[in-house]
């Protein structure tokens, strides 16, 4: 009898700790990497996370490009700096929004521009119904943080579910850990 408590609680406790322990599950699935970059960081990033899952990958090209000029983020009435004061602005994606249907997990990759998404990335959710898919954010900055853009992410796309978000500093160490933290990991 004292060996059936023993082992009935042991078990108990090792349900507890798997239970406390699992990274919450989200659909596996077909996969694609999206992504916007206006100098090249996000691009690489993007590129090693799809390598990484042998996913598709979407780069979001502007239908007019940013120039130099365009990104000064010191003159205050660049086309980036009005962009990103502009609550309705939503820059033209070349080619348009394309479905995404079909995919379960969409991984969207951007810079940070003043603290957030850069417009176009609007544009994109704007455009592109995300609902019961996984959204998994990932971004290149200067020093900002995601949680501001994941913020964003939600609101955009109430019916998604959005994962953590990542600030990619050391490309595939930080998505290997940042994966196996979402339960994206497989
Ligand atoms: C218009 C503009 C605004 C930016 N704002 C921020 C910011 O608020 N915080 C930050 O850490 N970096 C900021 N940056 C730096 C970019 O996020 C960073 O250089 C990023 O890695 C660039 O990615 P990309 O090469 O894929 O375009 C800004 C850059 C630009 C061009």
């Not at 992504?35 to 979001?60: H, V």
């Not at 900002?144 to 853009?149: D, L, N, Q, T, W």
Request: a negative charge; one cysteine or more.
């Amino acid at each position: 009898m004292k060996k059936f408590f023993a082992f009935a609680a042991g078990c108990a406790v090792l349900a507890a700790l798997c239970a406390f322990g699992a990274a919450p599950s989200y659909a596996a699935g077909k996969e694609i990497v999206v992504y916007f970059s206006a100098t090249g960081t996000t691009r690489e990033a993007a590129e090693t996370l799809a390598k990484m899952r042998g996913a598709d990958l979407w780069e979001i090209v502007p239908e007019q490009p940013y120039t130099a000029e365009d990104l000064n983020y010191h003159n205050d009435a660049s086309r980036s700096n009005s962009e990103q004061r502009d609550e309705s602005a939503r820059p033209a994606i070349a080619g348009g929004v394309r479905s995404l249907d079909g995919y379960d997990v969409v991984y969207a990759g951007y810079p940070i521009w003043w603290g957030n998404m850069p417009k176009i990335m609007y544009t994109f959710f704007d455009g592109c119904d995300l609902s019961g898919k996984t959204i998994a954010p990932f971004c290149t900055s200067g020093g900002s943080g995601v949680s501001a853009s994941v913020s964003t992410i939600k609101e955009l796309e109430p019916q998604a579910k959005v994962t953590e978000g990542l600030r990619v500093r050391n490309g595939e160490r930080d998505f290997a850990a940042w994966l196996k933290e979402t339960g994206l990991a497989r």
